[in-house]
């Protein structure tokens, strides 16, 4: 599974429920259209500005952290039977992830507007940072689609733990126990691991989307199932607006469409200011963080914004010297096979950032935390078998990368943050093809890991 190779709708193609294919006609659309229902997907790529650290960058890369502990790899930290062993490399990192340790971005105050506004029917987040909460949408409106640091148990008898006793094990990374007699338990926050199932909230809700008015996808590369299924979940007609730094699953395919490429909080704020709320959407994020985060986040997307107008820059001359022909509509690509080559940055909003180019890029299906840490992974997509867990996942990365690469795929693309986390082993093997072109292999352990 994992990136679709669908075209990308014809730019004289009129819409069939929009004013016009763009952020303008989305906002007329709310505001003109009377109640409707909005359903919001996010990944990683709506929390770069906040700043979580990422997985991989040398020194301070989490995954570096992690290093003294002699790791098998470094996911073994998000197995479910690797933490029955060995919890306390988890816990350094839910250290540096625990909720207060970050704040929310505009991307995620945006949502909570929706809901002030009661326009939200739905968030399906594939992120564990609790950033949503701390932004005001009601949990009721939110299905952490991968589990969260919201809230933690036993992993034998599942017995729910204090929240307050919970951080002050964290804060001191030492793994809590279970108090209740004659358990003693590891306890672990509700956070999908590897050989766990999804919520069951997320099976519950997984029709909501063909109810929706209008769908938001924001920061996400769409290659971990079955949350990357949902979109196409949409009814024919319904608006689907993606906010992210590269055009990702069949998203640009349908007449009502609208692809805002760039950083999330830049085309929330567009998106804003169309509708006539920037004002106070501004106001109340900056009331939420105080203006000394404020300004840190910005200057943090302007660093991302002059070095994506760069790359665009250098990618314009190139083109031009080698005589490839144009972009489509909001800059996306009309070559197919160029559709998911492009390099993103952080969150396939642009999920990356900093750290090294990974060699099992795109690779099809072993699953990472989607989202603690900005810009953790590098692509791969998950075989889901329908109502259980993740589904099967793929260790054999660099082999399948190497080979979608040989053949021109698109899957030869780096995915940045917490979305699929491969496996450091070179010794891995090629295994046998799916009938979508994905890679297969066993999955030994059960299950897949969790989204950061």
Known sequence: MGQETSHLIDEDTPPETLSERSLRGVAEFIRDGGPINIVVMTGAGISTAAGIPDFRSPKTGLYHNLSRFNLPHPEAVFEIDFFRSNPEPFYLLAKELYPGNFSPTI???????????????????????????????????????????????????????????????????????????????????????????????????????????????????????PFAGLPQRASDGVPRVLFNLERVGDLGTRADDVLCLGDCDSGIRKLADELGWGEELESMWRDLVGDAEAERQLDRTRREEAIQEE???????????????????????????????????????????????????????????????????????????????????DRGAANANAETKKDGGNEGRPTLSYEPLLPTNENEKERPNTADGGVKAEDKRGGEKPAL
């Open 107 to 225: 991307s995620h105050v945006f949502i909570a507007l929706l809901a002030k506004k009661d326009l939200l029917r739905l968030l399906f987040t594939q992120n564990i940072d609790c950033l949503e909460r701390a932004a005001g949408v009601p949990p009721e409106k939110i299905v952490e689609a991968h589990g969260s640091f919201a809230t933690q148990r036993c992993i034998e008898c599942r017995t729910p733990f204090p929240d307050d006793l919970m951080r002050e094990h964290v804060l001191r990374g030492e793994p809590p126990r279970c108090a209740q007699p004659g358990c003693n338990g590891l306890v672990k926050p509700d956070i999908v691991f590897f050989g766990e199932q999804l919520p069951e909230s997320f099976y519950r809700n997984i029709s909501v989307p063909a109810e929706a008015d209008l769908m938001l996808v924001m920061g996400t590369s769409l290659l971990v199932h």
């Open 311 to 393: 790359l665009e820059e250098l990618t314009s001359q190139v083109e031009d010297k080698l005589g490839i022909s144009g972009t489509g509509a909001d800059g996306a690509r009309q070559d197919e096979e160029s559709e998911f080559a492009n390099m993103g940055m952080q969150g396939t909003q642009g999920e990356e950032e900093g750290g090294p180019q990974d060699p099992t890029a795109g690779h099809p299906s072993r699953v990472a935390p989607a989202n603690a840490l900005p810009r953790v992974g590098y692509g791969a997509s998950v075989v889901a078998k329908d109502g259980e867990g993740y589904g099967e996942t």
